[in-house]
């Protein structure tokens, strides 16, 4: 089935550092992937929307100069915290839906980057 | 908007026990609603979907039935296993490419 492999799966940064998460679509061409923040025991938020070859849609609250997002291509989305502050550690989770028949019913998402900012 | 409400959790069983998660939404139009888990570390994997009303949705023992007049999703396993330890989540969809709105989640805990 459809993959989306994200990476890295852990990082830790020093404060004021950035750090780049990618999540690819392995088998299907990902024209919008959604980036999602999860905090300890809570659910996941919506950050934004990346679209191919547009800018992404931040949601009220996210600071789009903090979290870049890049979605270059069909297959591959990042998403770059800058400068990096301990309240930015979280797990952040990418998901893509699948499109084409399946559009309205799956969307997959990536194993998670849980990063700490020391 | 959308929103889905479950119940909170920590939900802990013994093995084989009767599990109910309960999950109900606000939506506009004819969403489609899924139940995803989360193990430890790990990101979410669906478990099971359903995207009419009446459908019931089931994988690996687990079940959900879309009830448009209760707007609930209620997730349902006759016999839980400690394999089964994992945060589960209602979530809800509409047509198109929209993002999935989760509800808070709910640590399930199963014990031997």
Redesign the interface.
Known sequence: GAVVSQHPSRVICKSGTSVKIECRSLDFQATTMFWYRQFPKKSLMLMATSNEGSKATYEQGVEKDKFLINHASLTLSTLTVTSAHPEDSSFYICSAPAGGKRSVTEAFFGQGTRLTVV | GNSVTQMEGPVTLSEEAFLTINCTYTATGYP?LFW?VQYP??????LL?A?KADDKGSNKGFEATYRKETTSFHLEKGSVQVSDSAVH?CAL?N???T??V????T?LSVIA
């Open positions: 489609s995803y570390g790990e990101g979410l994997q669906l979907k995207t989540f969809r047509s198109g490419n993002p999935l989760f509800g808070k989640g640590r």
